[in-house]
């Protein structure tokens, strides 16, 4: 080799050591970021989702259930957000609770970051900001925006074709990362297999009444801005869906929770447990594929110009003009369907009743914005600030 | 934002042309692309100047998964190859089949079939058996100029067969519909074009000398057996159909693994001692272009992206009236996909099968049709993936183009196949079971 061709070849390497580094490094500093949640007044207990299933314990997989216990017996509710990580309106909504709702009656158990590893993944080739900060009253408050699926760092290899246990399906392999593909979970599965069947031997465990699952779905999915509930859930999806919408003022249109699509929250919960299941979609414009570029602006702002002139066209499922569809409406509409949801079970079930007061339904949202409900961690106790 | 968008647009394409026309690879000018988009993008912030170098980084990773799949499988068959045991494969085939010539090419078309559909990519089929059923077309007097042209066409089949379609999974899970009754409009489309393509591209069997003079150019290590030549393929099958009948106790290994393990059995089989690290070697300077294309693709998809291009195309696709659609998808199909590979699918397909399906049209029918013409883009630049690997494995002389060129027939023929599926699909619905 001639000086010249091994002077060319060390530069090259370096220049390529340096950036591999300068590319390398933020998405290091992105695995490592702490998303801080305060412990507000109601959280009486914190938990993990190992203390029902030990196999979790110190692993990524692992992750904190927050539990808020009323004074008076009632029933239980659990609510997850961050099924899939690049929809955290999930996440946004629970930690709203978190730091907020007290619980009179019943017990609510709440999972900001369902499937973690995701939260701590991102979503190569699609260009997403690594974070979105939120307006609070007292400064940006910034999360992680994660992927759909967990991280391979965590779990990996996947299989050329994943089937679904115990119903054997075949699905895309990617959906073996998919917390909600994996449902009912598999004790000796894989990670994301057993965080969900951590997650049923919580429903089962603690005999909770209802699952709530928050989601996030294109404005050009027909399955968005909806309740998704199976036969045995459709009641209380009906009657939370319509009051919904004549008191508060916001569409949220049912769709009946397929059996032949395996694996998902809203058909196996019910299946395998006697947990009624939900899950809530609201329309994220920024995951639709039309759009301009993706931008932290446009996951809280929701507003797009292709997106605008393909509903000039027709060709959305929800109502959308230039006000696009903010944070603050899709967090708003989260909160008010699960308080629903929860009231209207208490209503059919009063010995099973759940009271929650101190959570901002839709129009208050909407108009104070998602970070007004937020609590400042500096001027927090330390013990009541979870980093996670 | 439109403005923006076209303009950035107008920078990637002008900055691929330009490289090229400097004659630099295709790897290296798609990466000057990548960077030019990224560049013009930093004026708008989209992506900021600062956030260049993540994204790259990022998207480097996009088709990791693929690339270590290209990597152990060509391992495999690089070694299987120094063994003699290719040859060893294609003199007996020849010699058995070379009387019923018709059966002999239905059932290499078969052989091809099988690991594609297995495993869902068409250069698996390639990687695995390309070499040795390019050499016994050879055998059975089709034509050098056809070989690589088949192998293409039946790759492309393979990896639309099922019951593993990449293409319809990714539409599945995008559009939540389940990956369940593709069994018929995937495979009796599939089965039928594959015969039609291996009638009209094998039909003619050209003068290639005499049968001896062929077989007499192959050379066998005397040691090559069945046992050895087998026992390493049914190492792997025997892998990855224990998955689908165990699913539940038998390990995930993941198909690099498969292939590693494979490649060991191999190793220890061949008659002829290999030097590992010199097969290694050779393997990755075989692969280097194929792997950057790649890692070139999945950074030029990230940049696209986080600076509006990508959603102008798709943008673009779902503005288009429905009569000039149907029109133009036998060109936007194959194109995305020669542009992003599987990135296509979720870009254009996702949302076209959900307006499809809101008009009255049948999903599953809708995204079997599709499946038949995103194959058709493997062959088509800067990616050309599939296409660039049939050349590769077939040893064949002539130019890209003039490769491409041998394969309009079929072409044209799935190309109607899939548009009559989308368009008569709920008359086709019938073929959904399950």
């Excluded at chain 1, 939260?119 to 940006?140: A, D, M, V």
């Excluded at chain 1, 760092?153 to 959906?175: F, T, V």
């Excluded at chain 2, 066409?153 to 939540?176: H, S």
């Excluded at chain 2, 986080?306 to 199909?333: E, T």
Aim: some cysteine; aromatic content about 10%.
């Amino acid at each position: 080799m001639s000086r010249t061709t091994a002077r060319f070849k060390i530069i090259t390497a370096l220049i390529f050591l340096i950036f591999l580094i300068a590319g390398g490094w933020p998405l290091k500093k992105h695995r490592d970021f702490p998303v801080e949640i305060v412990c507000g007044p109601g959280v009486t207990d914190i938990k993990k989702l190992s203390d029902f299933f030990p196999a979790l314990k110190g692993s990524v997989a692992d992750t904190y259930v927050f539990v808020l216990e009323g004074k008076e017996p009632g029933g239980k509710a659990l609510i997850m957000g961050n099924t899939h990580a690049n929809e955290p309106e999930g996440l946004l909504s629970v930690a709203i609770m978190i730091e907020n709702a007290v619980v009179e009656k019943g017990t609510l158990y709440l999972i900001p970051f369902f499937n973690r590893s995701a939260s701590l993944n991102t979503r190569p080739g699609e260009g997403y900001p690594l974070y979105f900060s939120i307006t609070t009253p007292w400064g940006k408050k910034t999360f992680r925006m994660g992927n759909r699926d967990a991280s391979p760092l965590d779990q990996w290899p996947d299989p050329d074709i994943y089937i679904h246990y115990p119903e054997k399906q075949m699905l895309s392999y990617l959906d073996i990362r998919n917390t909600n593909r994996t449902w009912p979970g598999r004790k000796n599965g894989l990670p994301m297999e057993q965080v969900t069947y951590a997650a049923m031997e919580l429903l089962r465990q603690e005999k909770v009444d209802l699952a709530i699952d928050l989601h996030g779905a294109e404005t050009m999915f027909p399955v968005t801005n909806c309740i998704v509930a199976p036969e045995k859930s459709m009641r209380i999806a009906t009657l939370a869906s319509l009051t919904v919408k004549s008191m508060e003022g916001f569409e949220n249109h049912l769709e009946s929770s397929p059996e032949k699509f395996r694996g998902l929250s809203h058909r196996e919960i019910g299946d395998y447990s006697e947990t009624l299941p939900f899950l809530l979609e609201a329309p994220i414009p920024f995951l639709d594929q039309p759009t301009g570029p993706k931008t932290e602006k446009l996951f809280l702002d929701g507003q797009d110009e292709f997106l605008l002139s393909l509903a000039k066209r027709k060709k959305l499922f929800v109502p959308y003009d230039e006000s696009g569809w903010p944070l603050e409406k899709r967090v708003g509409q989260h909160l008010s369907v699960s308080l629903e949801i929860i009231r209207q079970y208490s209503r059919k079930t009063p010995a099973r009743a759940i009271i929650i007061k101190n959570v901002p339904r839709y129009a208050e949202v909407v108009r104070n914005g998602v970070g007004y409900y937020f609590h400042n961690p500096a001027e927090a106790e330390m013990d009541k600030v979870i980093k996670h | 934002m439109l403005g923006q968008t076209l303009f950035i647009s107008s920078v990637i394409i002008l900055a691929y042309a330009l490289a090229k026309w400097r004659k630099l690879s295709v790897e290296l000018s798609m990466f000057i692309a990548a960077v030019a988009g990224a560049l013009a993008g930093a004026i708008f912030k989209t992506p900021a100047l600062l956030e260049i170098p993540r994204h790259l980084v990022e998207g480097a990773f996009t088709y990791l998964d693929v690339i270590l799949v290209f990597f152990t499988a060509t391992l495999f068959i690089t070694i299987v190859q120094e063994s003699s045991g290719v040859n060893f494969a294609v003199r007996s085939a020849v010699v058995h089949f070379a009387r019923t010539r018709f059966l002999a090419l239905f059932l290499l078309m078969i052989i091809v079939l099988i690991p594609g559909a297995l495993t869902g990519a068409g250069s698996v089929s390639l990687l695995v058996v390309g070499a040795p059923v390019a050499l016994a077309l050879r055998g059975l007097g089709v034509s050098e100029n056809k070989i690589p042209a088949i192998l293409f066409i039946l790759a492309g089949l393979a990896a639309a067969a099922p019951p593993v379609n990449i293409w319809a999974m990714v539409l599945c899970a995008g559009t939540a519909i389940p990956y369940v009754g593709f069994e018929l409009p995937l495979g009796i489309p599939v089965i039928i074009l594959g015969t039609l393509t291996i009638l009209i591209l094998g039909r003619r069997q050209v003068e290639t000398g005499s049968l001896q003079e062929f077989l007499d150019k192959i050379e066998i290590n005397p040691g090559m057996n069945w046992f050895r030549l087998l026992t390493p393929f049914i190492v792997f099958f025997g892998l990855v159909i224990a998955y689908r009948l165990f699913p539940f106790y038998f390990p995930i290994l993941g198909l690099p693994l498969e292939f590693l393990i494979a490649s060991a059995v191999a190793y220890f089989l061949s008659p002829v001692k290999l030097n590992l690290i010199r097969v290694a070697s050779s393997t990755i300077s075989k692969l280097l272009p194929l792997l950057a294309t790649m890692v070139i693709v999945g950074m030029l998809q990230q940049i696209m992206a986080a600076s509006g291009v990508k959603g102008l195309i798709s943008y673009a696709v779902l503005i288009i009236p429905l009569g000039l659609l149907f029109f133009l998808l036998p060109f936007i199909i194959p194109v995305s996909e020669g542009v992003l590979t599987y990135g296509g699918a979720a870009i254009i397909g996702i949302p076209l099968v959900w307006y499809l399906n809101s008009l009255g049209y049948h999903a599953t029918i809708v995204i079997s049709g599709l499946s038949l013409l995103w194959p058709l883009g493997d062959g088509l630049p800067p990616t050309a993936l599939i296409g660039r690997l049939s050349v590769m494995i077939s040893g064949y002389k002539g130019s890209y183009w003039q490769f491409l060129k041998q394969t309009w027939i079929p072409w044209i023929i799935i190309t109607l196949a899939g548009i009559f599926m989308i368009l008569f699909s709920s008359k086709l619905s019938f073929l959904v079971t399950g």
